[in-house]
């Protein structure tokens, strides 16, 4: 299995940007593709992004779109989320996952192809 652990979140107002770090170790081989998910008390899940391995492929959720983004380092080992003009609305805890499934173009993965999650990092926007 793959061991993640989120970071880099916190207090932001709205407008503002904030960018979140997810570190692996372990089987980071066994993956195939690499996602961020969020979720606030009382809603579901809700997928904000992903990345296959090349990183040729990095599917956005609808919400987030043109605001937040998708990089890793050159060692991957590490996947960040650039968060750019933040609103309320993206308050919740983000979580970072991988899968051994392959991301598709046009076919995003849901949460439950995803194998590993890490413990989440809160982000809370103010208004």
């Known amino acids: 299995q793959v061991q993640l652990v989120e970071s880099g979140g916190g207090l932001v107002q709205a407008g503002g940007s904030l960018r979140l770090s997810c570190t692996s170790s372990g089987h980071t081989l066994d993956f195939n593709t690499l996602g961020w998910f969020r979720q606030s008390p009382g809603k579901e899940r809700e997928f904000v992004a992903a990345m296959n391995w090349r990183g040729d492929i990095r599917p956005y959720g609808e919400s987030v779109q043109g605001r937040f983004k998708i990089s890793r380092n050159s060692a991957k080992d590490t996947v960040y989320l650039q968060m750019n003009d933040l609103k309320p609305e993206d308050t919740a805890l983000y979580y970072c996952?991988?899968?051994?499934?392959?991301?598709?173009?046009?076919?995003?993965?849901?949460?439950?192809?995803?194998?590993?999650w890490g413990q989440g990092t809160q982000v809370t926007v103010s208004s």
């Open positions: 996952a991988t899968s051994t499934l392959f991301v598709r173009r046009g076919q995003p993965l849901g949460a439950g192809d995803y194998d590993s």
